[in-house]
């Protein structure tokens, strides 16, 4: 059933597509309508305690009936002749371009067969992403509960939303990966049409598009359960909206697709909070030059329809405490604020994405730039006054400072060969007076810089940051593109995208925790195998565990946890044979108010026999 989703997508394309606009248009503003209904499906069904199989499907064929309503003879009739246009626009390609796009069509496909043949495994969603869909599952309800682990709560739920919908309708997680995969294809498509918004022609669409797919951290998480792709787009679409805007001035449709992108954006992931904020600014003072005082009337219907969209979850999280972000992340700001730290974290995040000699694979001729990065960060460090490692501006996740190396692994995968572009094109900015002709593609670059700075000031040094970092690569794409293309022969472009092309197989084939080949690939391990692929440690345990509690016929269960939160693996083992009610016993934390105590409650005096206790410490490695 979970083809019922998919369809009411398509359905919804098929009522805004027309001829006159690109198609893409129809596209993101199809995507951000399915979005909202999917929130709202999700809000008003849980509200009643009905976010369950049944009601899922219910809803979604009610939205299904309402477009095949919807749509007439005539709108059939239209796409027909939509098609056959497409295809002749694609048959007068340049041999080189088809080339292109159909690279990106292979590197898509394969790291879709990843998303739908792999195990989630992501040790973010071991913990949390993935827990928190079952609980949400099994209570028939998003409202938050008792647990151990508050991420499971506060964190900004929409793509887990989006998963739980079709782990519902599939009664599995086989396809939850396909929520970031389903982000990636269409940011692809979402930086091809920014670029013909920024001026770029066909050639440019397809170069910024190879830029995108070529991303190591973006294919890595492309098969995965985490959600920055899924911001991402999000974010891409407010971009979009942003545009047309500066173009065509203020109307009810912007607005609408203004509010809608920006709030599913953040309701996805805190970062879109500070990526999205400097195009605030931008259109806030669009408005001001423009509109003059008739600008609050819009900018408030924007930011109502924004609170609208994350009400729920604001509502659920001011319940519990007292705040409608929840629980700031301790460590995850910067203690301290100012120009020099602001230098500072501009440098640290950088050199994140540094070993550029290993990304082209140059290190049995040239020594890897680590080294001297570090050593050059250090001397920098001496004469701003400010410790490398200082615990106010380090995450408490990173104990010290350093300059991380090439990685296939979707936690610390950095894009360094990217990072070279981006530099690049504002360094040939600086010399080609002809691009600061196009106002638009100058205004896009300082507004993505600023949003850069602010992330950088704003948040501590981690390894894990270059994961944050993605949404800002992708934006970047439609610029590279259109800077190198309009500065030199096409042919050097065309290098550049094959280069990139041709470098991407190793996180596309070698992912860490996923790999499509080698040793212990996703076609030779086993699902159960792959869902502890970053803790192989606890899978012993929880096989044993299983085994207890199947043994004394538990249907019951209660979790304990001790210096751990790697639990998804065994709420899947626990219910291999047949469902059981699992819940976080004897919490002490915010959400110990929400244990239900009353004498029909089915965790109440729970015996040992029932109860499983986690506590990483006494794990056998």
């Excluded at 600014?281 to 924007?302: F, Y």
């Excluded at 550029?356 to 050593?375: A, C, D, Y």
């Excluded at 293309?485 to 084939?509: E, N, R």
Aim: charged residues 15%; contains cysteine; proline residues 4%.
């Amino acid at each position: 059933m979970i083809i019922l989703p998919i369809l009411s997508l398509v359905l919804i394309f098929a009522k805004l597509l027309t001829q006159k606009n690109d198609w893409r248009d129809s596209f993101f503003k199809a995507i951000v309508l399915w979005g909202l209904i999917l929130t709202i499906i999700t809000e008003l069904l849980s509200l009643f305690g009905l976010f369950q199989y049944f009601w899922v499907i219910a809803a979604w064929l009610l939205i299904d009936c309402l477009y095949v309503f919807l749509l007439t003879k005539s709108s059939l009739e239209k796409h027909t002749d939509n098609l056959k246009r497409w295809s002749k626009s694609l048959l007068g390609l340049s041999p080189m371009l088809i080339l292109l796009l159909t690279c990106i069509t292979i590197i898509v496909f394969l790291i879709g067969i990843n998303a739908i043949v792999a195990a989630p495994n992501h040790s973010d969603s071991m913990e949390y992403h993935l827990p928190r869909i079952y609980y949400w599952i099994q209570n028939n309800t998003v409202a938050h509960y008792p647990t151990y682990n508050l991420f499971h709560l506060y964190q900004n739920p929409w793509s887990e939303f989006a998963m739980a919908h079709f782990q519902i309708l599939n009664k599995s997680d086989r396809f939850v990966n396909t929520i970031q995969w389903g982000s990636m294809v269409m940011s692809i498509l979402g930086v091809s049409i920014l670029a013909k918004q920024l001026g770029g022609n066909i050639r440019d669409q397809i170069l910024a598009s190879v830029f995108a797919v070529t991303i190591p951290m973006g294919i890595l998480q492309a098969s995965g359960t985490n959600n920055d792709l899924v911001v991402t787009f999000w974010l891409i679409c407010f971009v979009y909206f942003t545009f047309l805007t500066l173009e065509n001035g203020i109307s009810k449709s912007n607005i609408l697709f203004l509010g809608c992108s920006l709030g599913l954006a953040i309701l996805t992931k805190g970062t879109a909070y500070i990526y999205a904020f400097p195009f605030c600014i931008w259109l806030l003072l669009w408005g001001i030059k423009n509109l003059k005082w008739q600008a609050i009337k819009p900018i408030v219907i924007i930011l109502l329809i924004v609170l609208a969209i994350n009400l729920g979850h604001y509502l659920r999280n001011y319940a519990l405490f007292d705040s409608v972000l929840g629980m700031a992340g301790t460590g995850e700001t910067n203690k301290e604020l100012g120009v020099l730290i602001s230098i500072s974290g501009i440098l640290k995040h950088l050199s994140l994405h540094a070993d550029i000699v290993r990304n082209l694979q140059l290190e049995k001729i040239i020594s890897p730039t680590t080294g001297l990065t570090s050593k050059v960060l250090e001397i920098i460090h001496g004469v701003l006054g400010i410790d490398l490692s200082d615990p106010a501006l380090t995450s408490p996740k990173a104990r010290r400072f350093y300059v991380p190396g090439l990685s296939t692994n979707e936690d610390v995968a950095g894009n360094p060969l990217h990072l070279l572009l981006i530099i690049g094109s504002f360094f040939v900015l600086t010399f080609n007076k002809k691009i600061w002709t196009n106002k638009l593609l100058i205004k896009y670059g300082i507004v993505l810089v600023l949003g850069f700075i602010l992330f950088a000031s704003l948040l501590t040094w981690s390894p894990y940051r270059c994961r944050l970092h993605l949404p800002l690569f992708i934006l970047f794409s439609p610029l590279v593109a259109i800077v190198f293309s309009k500065s030199f022969p096409k042919q050097v472009s065309y290098f550049l995208a094959i280069l990139v092309l041709f470098l991407s197989y190793k996180w596309v084939l070698f992912n860490s925790v996923r790999p499509l080949i080698g040793e212990n690939n996703i076609f030779q391990s086993s699902r159960v195998e792959q869902y502890f692929q970053t803790q192989p440690k606890y899978q012993q345990f929880y096989l044993d565990e299983v085994v207890r509690v199947e043994s004394n016929q538990c249907k019951n269960i209660g979790l304990t946890f001790k210096n751990s939160s790697f639990e998804y693996p065994l709420l899947v083992l626990l219910n291999e044979n047949d469902p059981k009610q699992i819940q976080h016993i004897n919490v002490e934390n915010e959400s110990q108010i929400l244990v239900k105590k009353d004498s029909n409650s089915n965790f109440q005096n729970l015996s040992n026999d029932c109860i499983i206790n986690i506590d990483r410490s006494q794990l056998k490695n």
